[in-house]
């Protein structure tokens, strides 16, 4: 009897709470999509009393959802390019030797996202407030850049880890220099991670709400218009139909990341 | 100076003789690499900390409602009125009552992720984990509005069951009372623990992954029955996962302020305290204030748990 201990498989509770686990976090998320096709716009009602796709025309057509949007895709790109310069430069120097304040600074990097949004948030807006600094996407921009760079770091010093210092030395022993190592070698063996953050930093930025909640003012993001759709709702159908947006472009980025550093002791996103 | 003569190639350009003076002054190039993040977090991230703690030493004018920037203890004693220190409370129950749950509903996928899902599974298990972390947080609570609405899909489907009794009995207990689960504080806290459990698998199984086999093998040839071999082997070594995840949950709950104002009583928490000191009141010193109380919070925390030994075994 005992012998069983070992190794017999799972038993069918554990595998009945693993999977309905699963299925606890997964399906939440297909109401969303079943939402923004039901003809009922005031109320919850389930199940939707009918089924329609004007809903898709009608976010289409409404004015107040596109600066929202495209605020939100110009503070993600430029956020994520800042993360992925400043984090690229953190992990290579992290990677190189072992200096005086390293582990300081590996701690400062993760700060922003280990303590909760509302204080990196609030620190922010003490700070805009103490030197009033007027509210602009850069103010947005500075922000999300700083939560952003831990997780482009986190991808880069994982891949950096991994690479043989050899080949940086055979490199230059073949009479590369700095540059044409980095360009020719480090950056083709960096480059998927690199990616992979880019994609997860830019997901994070575009729905981001609790710290831009702070720093924006009076700006609108899209996650700001949807927090405010869902706190004083009109058409709320209109609402779903955004929501598989922000959805969408969160989703694919993560997926494409995954697989970009899947294999890897690295995989994407064990650092959110 | 002869370079024929020389095994090291002659320099050509700027390029070549920059790489000279990278390799013959390694910490040169080691300062140009970390200046950047360095400054910006310092600057950025550093300094805006350093602004919320000044910010919290000052007071509001009561008349005026303008920030006197003069430093005063004012506003931390403020902290201790009766209906902040209720906000307070309830939070850190709120936080504790998320993680607990968190653990106990974390650790069957955890455990079945680290030692039996294999090949296709085990990518399955790692992605069913990532894709909800990562996908749009306030797509996920607005799906939970959905779900718990009066009218909406549990409603639904415990009329279907005839399962809505168990809704009614939640909704009379005293402390959670509501007209349906999205406005009860139960509901929040459901809603906490959806959002933040895959927080807490994540290390979970990664500290379960590191448990040897080998181990559990001893283990059932000294004699030990399953649940002995889980009491005393599986489940300490899995302690600095718990712990870590922990520490997630609990900081991420302390600070959240769009659950509760979506799902719940609109009951206060430190999070909505601070969200609103800082905006329609206007009160940025208290709401600085506010926002220093989770970090104490976390500090105590993670001295307790440095305490109990929970990261020896990191």
């Known amino acids: 009897m005992r012998s069983d201990a070992r190794n017999d498989g799972p038993s069918l509770l554990l595998k009945i709470t693993a999977i309905g686990g699963l299925l606890f976090l997964h ?35 409404r004015p107040d959802i596109w600066p929202p949007l495209f605020l939100s895709i110009k503070v993600a790109a430029i956020a994520t390019v800042m993360a992925m310069i400043l984090g690229t430069l953190a992990a290579a120097a992290m990677s190189r030797a072992r200096f005086f304040g390293r582990d300081q600074l590996s701690l400062l990097i993760i700060l922003p996202i280990a303590l909760p949004g509302v204080i990196t948030g609030m620190s922010l807006r003490s700070a805009f407030g103490i030197m009033d600094i007027p509210f602009s996407t850069w103010t947005i921009v500075l922000g999300h850049a700083t939560f952003c760079i831990v997780i482009v770091y986190n991808n880069a010093v994982a891949r950096m880890r991994r690479l043989s210092g050899g080949i940086m030395e055979a490199s230059a022993d073949l009479g590369a220099n700095s540059f044409q190592t980095f360009r020719y070698i480090l950056m083709p063996n960096l480059g998927s991670a690199l990616l992979a953050g880019g994609m997860l930093a830019f997901a994070l930025s575009f729905d981001e709400v609790i710290v831009t909640t702070f720093t924006a003012g009076q700006q609108s993001t899209l996650p700001i218009w949807m927090l405010n759709e869902l706190v004083r709702p009109r058409q709320r159908p ?20 995954y697989y970009l550093t899947r294999g890897g002791s690295e995989t994407a996103g064990m650092g959110k | 100076m002869p370079m024929t003569t020389s095994a090291i190639l002659p320099a050509k350009g700027s390029a070549d003789r920059l790489t000279g003076t990278f390799w013959r ?109 990562w996908s749009s947080y306030l797509v996920k609570v607005y799906a939970w509005k959905l779900i718990l609405a009066k009218e909406g899909v549990l409603t639904w489907a415990a ?44 290390p979970m199984q990664a500290a379960l992954e590191r448990v040897p086999t080998s ?67 206007g009160n940025i010193p208290l709401a600085a204030a506010f926002a220093v109380v989770p970090i104490i919070i976390m500090l105590i925390y993670l001295t307790l748990a440095k305490r109990a030994g929970a990261f020896d075994a990191l």
């Open chain 1, 27 to 61: 399906l939440p998320i297909l109401f969303i999509f079943l939402y923004a096709f039901t003809t009922e716009e005031r109320t919850y009602q389930f199940p939707p009393p009918g089924l329609t796709t004007k809903w898709f025309a009608v976010a289409w057509n």
């Open chain 2, 215 to 281: 181990m559990l093998e001893a283990s059932a040839d000294l004699g030990a029955t399953r649940r002995q071999t889980f009491r005393t082997v599986i489940l300490p070594l899995a302690m600095p996962g718990v712990i870590a995840g922990s520490i997630f949950t609990f900081s991420l709950t302390l600070g959240d302020y769009i659950i509760p104002q979506i799902v719940g009583n609109s009951a206060r928490f430190i999070g909505l305290t601070v969200y609103q000191l800082q905006g329609t009141a």
């Open chain 2, 159 to 202: 009329d279907g069951t005839g399962t809505g009794f168990v809704i009614e009995g939640l909704l009379s207990v005293p402390g959670l009372e509501g007209s349906s689960l999205s406005t009860s504080p139960f509901g929040t806290f459901l809603v906490f623990v959806y959002i933040w459990l895959p927080y807490m698998i994540l």
């Open chain 2, 25 to 133: 002054r390694p910490n040169l190039l080691l300062l140009l690499l970390v200046t950047p993040p360095l400054l910006w977090l310092g600057v950025v991230y550093l300094g805006s900390l350093a602004a919320l703690l000044l910010q919290s030493f000052y007071s509001i004018d009561e008349f005026s409602g303008v920030v006197k920037e003069e430093f005063t203890l004012k506003t931390y004693a403020e902290l201790f009125r009766a209906q902040n220190l209720d906000i307070i409370l309830r939070t850190v129950v709120m936080a504790a009552a998320v993680t607990l749950t968190c653990a106990i509903l974390a650790f069957p996928i955890a455990y079945y992720a680290a030692r039996f899902a294999k090949g296709h599974w085990k990518a399955a298990f790692y992605l069913g984990v990532m894709l909800p972390l």
């Open chain 1, 238 to 257: 209109v609402t779903n139909v955004v929501a598989i947006v922000v959805f969408a472009a969160t989703f694919v980025p993560i997926l494409i990341a």
